[in-house]
């Protein structure tokens, strides 16, 4: 069965409640498109109102990041409870700011993805290397070291319905995109951990974002790659410039 593909807007620390309801609201009509799976992952307060915002539509809206505790005297976190009473369907874990700026290791992604599973929220599971370490030629290593902590004690069914986003930290926010060769290479490599990790089934099951200065012009030959489910786009998420790249096939 052909895979659906996924693309999902991260918004990042963008959009106040009112811009959010405003953003949904403008590109609404751009995005309804039934073929692909369409998520607008936005700040937490910009949950509700973007949920109100999006009913009757196609858009999913998803959280930017989740705690992996229940509940409790954990200031300033989100719990998953809170997520799926808002009627979050999809969580982005580990993104590579928040391994960055607010210290998340692959350790903290796994539980937070067993969390999600646990309470039913597909979690969005980032993993990229650094300019560096692709100058040093450990690229593949290193992403298959973070899809192994990741899916520690995942089951293959969970493992099915997981959405993995491959992002080069080099080209978030650069306007440097990885070639489309990089980024098949890469997205392949991470399917046949997961055949490695699971089985042909899963391997086959499970869908991979490329993320990184993802734009209308670069989408559709990135979304055509065998390996390419989709994409997480920061930037032009917020533009309706994300209608064209929900709607590549049209290009
Ligand atoms: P840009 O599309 O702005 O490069 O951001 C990518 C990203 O980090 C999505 O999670």
């Known amino acids: 069965m052909a895979r659906k593909k996924i693309i999902a807007g991260n918004w990042k620390m963008n959009m ?3 811009e959010a309801v405003a953003l949904v609201n403008e590109l609404k009509p751009l995005v309804a498109n039934d073929e692909v799976d369409v998520v607008f992952c936005v700040p937490a307060i910009d949950i509700i109102p973007a949920m109100e915002a999006a009913e009757g539509t196609n858009i999913q809206i998803g959280a930017e990041n989740m705690y992996y505790e229940e509940k409790g005297a954990y200031t300033g976190e989100i719990s998953p409870n809170m997520l799926t009473d808002a009627g ?3 969580v982005i874990i580990g993104h590579s700011e928040r391994r960055e700026y607010f210290a998340e290791t692959d350790e903290t992604v796994n539980k937070k993805v067993l969390k ?3 309470h039913g929220i597909t979690p969005i599971i980032c993993c990229g290397e650094s300019l560096t370490q692709r100058e040093q030629g450990i690229t593949i290593d290193w992403i298959r070291q973070q899809i192994k902590i990741a899916f520690l004690n995942v089951t293959a069914d969970q493992a099915k319905t997981a959405v993995i986003a491959y992002e080069p930290i080099w080209a978030i926010g650069t306007g ?6 990089q980024a098949e290479e890469v997205c392949a490599a991470i399917r046949a951990c997961i055949g490695e990790i699971y089985d042909q089934a899963t391997a086959e099951a499970i869908r991979i974002q490329y993320g990184g200065s993802v734009s209308a012009a670069s989408a559709p030959e ?5 390996n390419i489910d989709g994409g997480l786009v920061g ?12 709607n590549y096939k049209q290009a």
């Open 235 to 246: 930037g032009a998420s917020l533009k309706p410039d994300f209608g064209k790249i929900v």
């Open 88 to 90: 979050v369907k999809y």
């Open 176 to 181: 440097k995109v990885a070639t489309t060769e």
């Open 16 to 18: 106040t409640p009112s």
């Open 116 to 118: 999600a599973f646990e």
């Open 222 to 226: 990135l979304f055509a790659q065998a």
